[in-house]
T-cell receptor
Framework: EAGVAQSPRYKIIEKRQSVAFWCNPI?????LYWYQQILGQGPKLLIQ????????DSQLPKDRFSAERLKGVDSTLKIQPAKLEDSAVYLC?????????????FGQGTRLTVV | SQELEQSPQSLIVQEGKNLTINCTSS?????LYWYKQKYGEGLIFLMM?????EEKSHEKITAKLDEKKQQSSLHITASQPSHAGIYLC???????????FGTGTSLTVIP
């Protein structure tokens, strides 16, 4: 079974530039999550999709972050414009249910460095 | 404040030693999950605990859930360098639709 795919693995950009991350969840998983993990901290949920609808985006900085999940499969997370404090690993995860009654599967993450 | 607090924040142990990581919740737990993360990589699911008093083991790692105390512990017996990484607990804290991660524990095992 293929896992959650994320790209790119690494990205270095200058502040005020834009960047986009891509996530392909496990086939058949209705729920998709984007997490931001700053070095030394646990992951923070940015946005949760159920199919192509947003379930929770309360911690997404909407002035600069946006995410979409067209057709309820792949998802893209965008930052525009980036700030230094956006440097983090961005993790995508997918699961079969909205709750975590089954474990979620994580991608390897995209490490973003903003200089 | 963090809904899930882990302790210690970091741990350095000699190979072969036992160690324990704790995860304490400020709210009622609806399932507690343990993950391991190697530096710069994604999370690897270790085990899930759902009932108070539940205990699960996988190889040399044992996790317990004390629902009354809203706490879980992860115990590693005879640690090895391969155990090194960041250990994260995660949990449903409300109705099952919100999932939070703990603050993380960084483990270093010295050969």
């Amino acid at each position: 079974e293929a896992g959650v795919a994320q790209s790119p693995r690494y990205k270095i950009i200058e502040k005020r530039q834009s960047v986009a991350f891509w996530c392909n969840p496990i086939s058949g998983h209705a729920t998709l999550y984007w997490y931001q993990q700053i070095l030394g901290q646990g992951p923070k949920l940015l946005i949760q999709f159920q199919n192509n609808g947003v379930v929770d985006d309360s911690q997404l900085p909407k002035d600069r972050f946006s995410a979409e999940r067209l057709k309820g499969v792949d998802s893209t997370l965008k930052i525009q414009p980036a700030k230094l404090e956006d440097s983090a690993v961005y993790l995508c995860a997918s699961s079969t249910l909205t709750g975590w009654a089954t474990e979620a599967f994580f991608g390897q993450g995209t490490r973003l460095t903003v200089v | 404040s963090q809904e899930l607090e882990q302790s210690p924040q970091s741990l350095i142990v000699q190979e072969g030693k036992n160690l324990t990581i704790n995860c304490t919740s400020s709210k009622t737990l609806y399932g507690l999950y343990w993950y391991k993360q190697k530096y710069g990589e994604g999370l690897i699911f270790l085990m899930m605990l759902q009932k108070g008093g539940e205990e699960k083991s996988h190889e040399k790692i044992t996790a317990k859930l004390d629902e009354k105390k809203q706490q879980s512990s992860l115990h590693i017996t005879a640690s090895q360098p391969s155990h090194a990484g960041i250990y994260l607990c995660g949990a449903d804290l409300n109705t099952g639709n919100q999932f939070y991660f703990g603050t993380g524990t960084s483990l270093t095992v010295i050969p």
